[in-house]
T-cell receptor, first 113, second 115 residues
Framework: GENVEQHPSTLSVQEGDSAVIKCTYS??????FPWYKQELGKRPQLIID?????GEKKDQRIAVTLNKTAKHFSLHITETQPEDSAVYFC????????????FGTGTKLQVIP | DAGVIQSPRHEVTEMGQEVTLRCKPI?????LFWYRQTMMRGLELLIY????????DSGMPEDRFSAKMPNASFSTLKIQPSEPRDSAVYFC?????????????FGPGTRLTVL
C-alpha cells in the first residue's frame, strides 16, 4: 500500500517568514495530493490539493509543488501569520474510483509573532 | 448543511465497557470514513464505506472494533470491550465521488477516554 512520509515534524518560523513542509510517497500510481490543516482542538480541513498532471498550484499565500519523478511534494506558505499556526497533514491518493487517502504524520507549525 | 455530525463529542468510560460512536455524513455524500487520531500514530484510517458498503477495513485494529452503515445517513463505530489504549480522538469524514475536488469533510470528532 501507499506510504507517506512527512518532514519536519515541528517547525517554528518568525511571522512574515516562509514555511516549507515536505512529503514523499511510495506508490507511483498515486495521482492526487491534498493538504489538510488542523487547528488546535479542531477538525482537519482541506486547504489545497494538486493532481499528478500539474506541477505547481497556488492559492494566495500557499502553494504546492509536485515532483512525480522523485515522488515528493511540498507545501509552501509565504508571509506567515500567527493564524497559520496549526498541524498540517499531507496525503496521497491512489488512482481509481476509491477515495481512500493515506495521510502523513503531520507537521506542527508555530508562527512566532 | 450542518456538515458531518458526530456524537457524543466526549466519552469517558471504563475498561471493558462497550463504546458506540455515531456519525451522520453530509447529505448526498457517498463515501464515509472513520479515522483515529493519536499523538503517537497520527491520523489513521480505520474503515471506509461507499454507498453504505464497507470497502476497506484493513485499518481496524482488532476484532474488538466494528463499524456499520445501515443507511446513507448514519454510521456507527463500536468498540467492545474497550481498553485504555483505545483512548483517542475518533473522526468521521464524508465525501462524494461526484465532486471536482476529492475533499473529505471531517466531523468535529469524538474524544474517547478509556480509564
Amino acid at each position: 500500500g501507499e506510504n507517506v512520509e512527512q518532514h519536519p515534524s515541528t517547525l517554528s518560523v518568525q511571522e512574515g517568514d516562509s514555511a516549507v513542509i515536505k512529503c514523499t510517497y511510495s506508490d507511483s500510481a498515486s495521482n492526487y495530493f491534498p493538504w489538510y490543516k488542523q487547528e488546535l482542538g479542531k477538525r482537519p480541513q482541506l486547504i489545497i490539493d494538486i493532481r499528478s498532471n500539474v506541477g505547481e498550484k497556488k492559492d494566495q499565500r500557499i502553494a504546492v509543488t509536485l515532483n512525480k519523478t522523485a515522488k515528493h511534494f511540498s507545501l509552501h506558505i509565504t508571509e506567515t501569520q500567527p493564524e497559520d499556526s496549526a498541524v498540517y497533514f499531507c496525503a496521497a491518493r491512489n488512482s481509481g474510483g476509491y477515495q481512500k487517502v493515506t495521510f502523513g504524520t503531520g507537521t506542527k507549525l508555530q508562527v512566532i509573532p | 448543511d450542518a456538515g458531518v455530525i458526530q456524537s457524543p463529542r466526549h466519552e469517558v468510560t471504563e475498561m471493558g465497557q462497550e463504546v458506540t460512536l455515531r456519525c451522520k455524513p453530509i447529505s448526498g455524500h457517498d463515501y464515509l470514513f472513520w479515522y483515529r487520531q493519536t499523538m503517537m500514530r497520527g491520523l489513521e484510517l480505520l474503515i471506509y464505506f461507499n454507498n453504505n458498503v464497507p470497502i476497506d477495513d484493513s485499518g481496524m485494529p482488532e476484532d474488538r472494533f466494528s463499524a456499520k452503515m445501515p443507511n446513507a445517513s448514519f454510521s456507527t463505530l463500536k468498540i467492545q470491550p474497550s481498553e485504555p489504549r483505545d483512548s483517542a480522538v475518533y473522526f468521521c469524514a464524508s465525501g462524494t465521488s461526484g465532486a471536482l475536488r476529492n475533499e473529505q469533510f471531517f466531523g468535529p470528532g469524538t474524544r474517547l477516554t478509556v480509564l
